[in-house]
C-alpha cells in the first residue's frame, strides 16, 4: 500500500509543481530540446554563467566543477582576465550512433587535433598548452547533443591571461 501511494503521489506532486512553476516567471522552464545557444545564466561575479552547450569560439572560461565529468555549465570570463580554459573549435559529430570508448577518442582526436594548430598557430605536439574537450554522453547524446568542444589549457595548470589564438606557443 505504501509504494502504490508514494507511486501515485510524486507523479501529481510533479505535475502540481509544474504548474506552478509555469505560472512564476522566477521559476526557470527547462527547454527538453537542449539550450538556447545565446541564452546565458545571470551573471556570477567576475564572468557568466554558460552552458558547456553555448561555448563559443574564443570563449575564455572557468570550470570550478569538482569532478572532471557531467559538467553543465562554465563561468566565462574576459579573455583578458586569468582563465583556466579557451574555447577553440565546437564540432559535430556525423552519424547517428553515439561514438563509445575509442570511436569518441578518434572523434576528439579529428575535431581538436588540426584545429589546435589553426588556432594557437603552431602544431600541437610543439606547443606548451594542453587539449582538453567537452564531449557528449550518451545521455546527452539521446537529447541531440552531437558537439564535441575543444579546449586549451595551459601545459603546467596555471592560468591564462589574454587570448591563446595566433599565440605560437
Not at 507511486?7 to 501529481?12: E, K, Q, S, T
Not at 563561468?75 to 570508448?101: K, L, M, R
Not at 589553426?118 to 574537450?133: A, K, L
Not at 595548470?157 to 595566433?166: A, E, F, H, N, Q
Amino acid at each position: 500500500m505504501r509504494k502504490t501511494l508514494s507511486a501515485l503521489v510524486l507523479p501529481a506532486a510533479l505535475v502540481f509543481a509544474l504548474g506552478l512553476s509555469a505560472c512564476n516567471p522566477d521559476v526557470p522552464i527547462s527547454d527538453p530540446t537542449g539550450p538556447d545557444e545565446g541564452a546565458t545564466a545571470p551573471p556570477a561575479e567576475g564572468g557568466r554563467a554558460t552552458p558547456v552547450a553555448g561555448l563559443r569560439v574564443g570563449d575564455c572560461f572557468n570550470d570550478e566543477s569538482a569532478t572532471d565529468s557531467d559538467v553543465d555549465s562554465v563561468e566565462v570570463v574576459d579573455c583578458s582576465a586569468p582563465h583556466q580554459y579557451e574555447a577553440y573549435n565546437n564540432h559535430d559529430i556525423p552519424g547517428s550512433d553515439f561514438p563509445e570508448g575509442e570511436a569518441m577518442g578518434r572523434e576528439v582526436r579529428n575535431a581538436c587535433y588540426d584545429s589546435f594548430a589553426t588556432y594557437v598557430g603552431i602544431s600541437y605536439d610543439n606547443s606548451t598548452y594542453r587539449i582538453n574537450s567537452f564531449n557528449p554522453t550518451s545521455g546527452s547524446w539521446a537529447q541531440g547533443d552531437r558537439t564535441i568542444t575543444c579546449t586549451i589549457k595551459s601545459g603546467d595548470g596555471s592560468r591564462i591571461t589574454g587570448s591563446l589564438k595566433g599565440a605560437a606557443k
